[in-house]
T-cell receptor, first 118, second 109 residues
Framework: DTGVSQDPRHKITKRGQNVTFRCDPI?????LYWYRQTLGQGPEFLTY????????KSRLLSDRFSAERPKGSFSTLEIQRTEQGDSAMYLC????????????????FGPGTRLTVL | KNEVEQSPQNLTAQEGEFITINCSYS?????LHWLQQHPGGGIVSLFM???GKKKHGRLIATINIQEKHSSLHITASHPRDSAVYIC???????????FGKGTKLSVKP
């Protein structure tokens, strides 16, 4: 399967614990996006990477959230001291951003990681 | 007011019916996406368009840039079309998407 993959698919944790999610984009894609989706809402942008550089962060990304893409391939999203409000689906997407005008590149989504904070 | 508004929020149809989902946006965009999300969360891109009309099988997407409006049509709907359909626009230079809240479609046999 050469699509976007995410791990784990589900995570249940207790409030106050740290969690880390992983996203593996499509191999030739140099842009990687993280989104968060709460129940009944559309996804909301969190942050995005161009290769290993984190170029934009949403105000939704509090100090407890950190994302990395150390080698420009897979990315991790860590949430420290989780709160019940962090419960959501965390979606990763990737796109090329090179051959076509950047603004027209299609994003391909992973299956998401569903986080439940008890 | 949200930057991307979809209507209706919920839609129930009988198998075979023609379905229309609408999306209006208030920001300047470079492209608009229609996405499908099934229970369990996975999102599939149906269309990306910046003008005119695109067709894929029983799905048709149109966009009117001047009116800042797009529609997704499903012809001869089928129960397997039941899903949440999300409109998303690409506004910024960085390419991140701004999403609508989605339209939950249920097609009854």
């Amino acid at each position: 399967d050469t699509g976007v993959s995410q791990d784990p698919r589900h995570k249940i944790t207790k409030r106050g614990q740290n969690v880390t999610f992983r996203c593996d984009p499509i191999s030739e894609h140099n842009r990687l996006y993280w989104y968060r989706q709460t129940l009944g809402q559309g996804p909301e942008f969190l942050t995005y990477f161009q290769n290993e550089a984190q170029l934009e962060k949403s105000r939704l990304l509090s100090d407890r959230f950190s994302a990395e893409r150390p080698k420009g391939s897979f990315s991790t999203l860590e949430i420290q001291r989780t709160e019940q409000g962090d419960s959501a689906m965390y979606l990763c997407a990737s796109s090329t951003g090179t051959r076509l005008p950047i603004s027209y590149n299609e994003q391909f989504f992973g299956p998401g990681t569903r986080l439940t904070v008890l | 007011k949200n930057e991307v508004e979809q209507s209706p929020q919920n839609l129930t149809a009988q198998e075979g019916e023609f379905i229309t989902i609408n999306c209006s946006y208030s920001v300047g965009i470079s492209a608009l996406h229609w996405l499908q999300q099934h229970p369990g969360g996975g999102i599939v891109s149906l269309f990306m368009l910046s003008s005119g009309k695109k067709k894929h099988g029983r799905l048709i997407a149109t966009i009117n840039i001047q009116e800042k409006h797009s529609s997704l049509h499903i012809t001869a709907s089928h129960p397997r079309d039941s899903a949440v359909y999300i409109c998303a626009v690409r506004g910024g230079s960085q390419g991140n998407l701004i999403f609508g809240k989605g339209t939950k479609l249920s097609v009854k046999p």
